[in-house]
Every structure is written in C-alpha cells, then in structure tokens.
C-alpha cells in the first residue's frame, strides 16, 4: 500500500452547504451535521500544515434545469433546494473557506466533471506534485463516492476520511467505505489523518 504524505496532498470538501446540513433543510444529511466536528478539524489541520483546501458546490438554478436526470431523481429538487444565489447553496459557517482558497463550482455527482479540479489540483503546489487527495463531506455515498472513484481514474492516491464523511444511513456509507478500502483508495479516521498531517505542522 502507497504511504500518505501530506507535502502532496490536497484536501476536498464536498457539498457541505446548508441545504445539506442544516437541520429541517431540503436534502438533509443529518451524519454530515455530526461529521462536521471532524471536517472541521481536519480543515483546520490542513491549513496549519500547507495543505491546499479545495471546496466544491452543488448548483442547481431555477430557469435552467442543468441536471436533469438528478432532479428526475430527486423531484423535491425541481422546486427548490441548492439554488444559485440562496442562503441553501453556500458553504456552511463552520467550514467557511478563507481568502484565497478556491470554491469550485458543479452540476454533477462528480467533482471532475466539466469542472477545473484536476488542473487546480495538479497545480496547487506548483512547482512541486500534488498526487493525492484527501475528502471529506457529503453524501458519503453519492458526491463523496462518486469524487473518489474519479480521482482514481486519474491517478491521485484517495485517502477517504471515515468519521468526516456523512451518508444518508450507516448501511449506505459504510458500503461506501468498503468500497474504497478494497480498491479505490486508503480509509483513514481523522485522528489518523490528523496524526500525519501534525508531522508537517
């Protein structure tokens, strides 16, 4: 198994937005409100070390419908939730990113998709490599799942947080992490993580 080094790495949060983690908000995840204590250190670990921290936003408008098939889905999303311009759609408070670090805006499950995460995160270290990402977020199973399995596809080495990462349901996030484990990439806990990134700090 590959080692995780911290000096090439870079840190993922996926979709932690209101409507997503606000309680009563339309796509509640309640597991990603209580992985938020974790994501949170995690976050902070990483900019103490020089970790790069990329955030990614699921966007949905409301005279456009720009992802069909999603919304086909999940019909509470043709009426509201995740739209552009509203409070439900932002980074929440606790994971606020600072200046400088990049918001990357998205329509589909995948980070990569029609997006600049590879490019951004190739080059967040330049001129030195950035060959693996850490993630972090929400749904465990959809976005969080999805985001890993194309990082692969692309070479990065995936290092999937198991406590900061939130699923609809135990069952779904935990086949998530097996997943993973056995062929995607490497599950770590945040202590674990926290463990190899205080080296760098």
């Known amino acids: 198994m590959w080692e995780f080094d911290p000096k090439k790495a870079a840190l993922l949060v996926i979709d932690m937005q209101n409507d ?32 790069p921290v990329i955030y990614t936003q699921h966007v949905l408008y409301d005279h456009f419908e720009v992802s069909p098939l999603e919304t086909t889905y999940n019909p509470m999303l043709k009426s ?23 918001v990357v805006r998205k329509h589909r499950y995948d980070a990569f998709y029609n997006t600049q995460m590879e490019t951004l995160i190739r080059n967040s270290r330049y001129p030195h490599d950035t060959d693996t990402v850490i993630i972090v977020g929400t749904v465990t199973s959809v976005c969080c799942e999805t985001t890993a399995r194309s990082a692969f596809s ?22 998530t992490l097996n997943s993973i484990r056995r062929v995607f990439g490497r599950v770590m806990s945040t202590d674990e993580v926290l463990a190899h990134l205080a080296k760098e700090s």
């Open 80 to 102: 509201g939730g995740l739209r552009d311009g509203t409070p439900g759609v932002e980074i929440v408070e606790e994971l606020k990113p600072e200046p400088g670090e990049i």
């Open 154 to 175: 692309r070479d990065f080495k995936v290092v999937f947080v198991s406590d900061a990462n939130g699923g609809f349901d135990e069952a779904s996030h935990n086949a």
């Open 20 to 51: 997503f983690v606000r309680e009563g908000a339309v796509m509640e995840v309640p597991m990603a409100r209580q992985a938020l204590p974790n994501m949170r250190k995690i976050v902070e670990a990483c900019r103490k070390a020089g970790v």
